[in-house]
């Protein structure tokens, strides 16, 4: 259902359809609760994970939002790590961050320039298919 869901939602080789997309992410998110109510069960211990604005998340106390302000930091002084780390973050919206494909393509676009070769392998990704930037298969091929 995951990789269904990724490809209806960017249209990786199928074409984007957000209507299936939701589909999947609702079938996941049933999945999700059933496991967490089973593990309930038999006394098992598991992490949910709460979806979080950015502002909420850099306003955020403790470590994550420590984390999170330092990571962006790094970024803009140019650690590509940094930046990777808050690319794939926005691309997939992982750690509680919203999916926003214009971050992460400027995230691993700084990272890129950095000299990353996986960072420039995801920008050129995104900028051949035109997710988070316009869309420019020559330029992502470069």
């Not at 211990?45 to 850099?58: G, P, R």
């Not at 973050?89 to 971050?103: C, S, T, V, W």
Request: proline letters at 1%; aromatic letters at 8%; charged letters at 30%.
């Amino acid at each position: 259902a995951l990789a269904f869901r990724h490809r209806f939602a960017t249209g990786s080789d199928i074409p984007e359809d957000c209507e299936s997309a939701l589909v999947y992410y609702e079938r996941l998110a049933l999945e999700a609760h059933e496991t967490m109510n089973n593990l309930t069960l038999h006394n098992v211990w598991a992490e949910t994970v709460k979806l979080s604005s950015e502002k909420e998340l850099f306003d955020q106390e403790g470590e994550a939002g420590l984390q999170h302000r330092r990571n962006v930091e790094l970024a803009v002084e140019g650690d590509t790590e940094a930046a990777k780390k808050l690319g794939t973050q926005h691309l997939y919206g992982a750690q509680g961050r919203k999916k926003d494909l214009n971050k992460a393509f400027e995230f691993y676009q700084r990272a890129a320039d950095g000299g990353d070769k996986q960072a420039m392998h995801e920008a050129a990704l995104l900028k051949i298919d035109g997710h988070g930037t316009p869309k420019d298969e020559k330029g992502g091929v470069e």
